[in-house]
């Protein structure tokens, strides 16, 4: 079992930065490949980006690619987002998620977080 759990979200205006983390549980972190999902009102959830067990592949959104840069730092247990140059599309509840296998663009993960939320305003 993983536990995730998100932070780092809030209020920002456009062009601004936030990053997130996403904390892991237990100690087979880097076993795991992490993705970063969103979900914004009334709309499906999205794929963001995603990196794999040591970080060396990683894959975007084309709508977040050159704005947003995944990393992780196994030893912390933890996934980050950066995200740059936001802008209110952007808005959304942000999730990260875990599963054991990379693969690009795919929405079939083991274990999800709560989600934290990010606001873009104009």
């Known amino acids: 079992q993983v536990q995730l759990v998100e932070s780092g979200g809030g209020v920002v205006q456009a062009g601004g930065s936030l990053r997130l983390s996403c904390a892991a549980s237990g100690r087979t972190f880097g076993s795991y490949a992490m993705g970063w999902f969103r979900q914004a009102p009334g709309k499906e959830r999205e794929f963001v980006a995603t990196?794999?067990?040591?970080?060396?592949?990683?894959y975007y959104a084309d709508s977040v690619k050159g704005r947003f840069t995944i990393s992780r730092d196994n030893a912390k247990n933890t996934v980050y987002l950066q995200m740059n140059s936001l802008k209110p599309e952007d808005t959304a509840a942000y999730y990260c998620a875990a599963r054991s296998d990379y693969r690009r663009d795919s929405y079939e993960y083991d274990y999800w977080g709560q989600g934290t939320q990010v606001t873009v305003s104009s």
């Open positions: 990196i794999s067990h040591g970080g060396g592949r990683r």
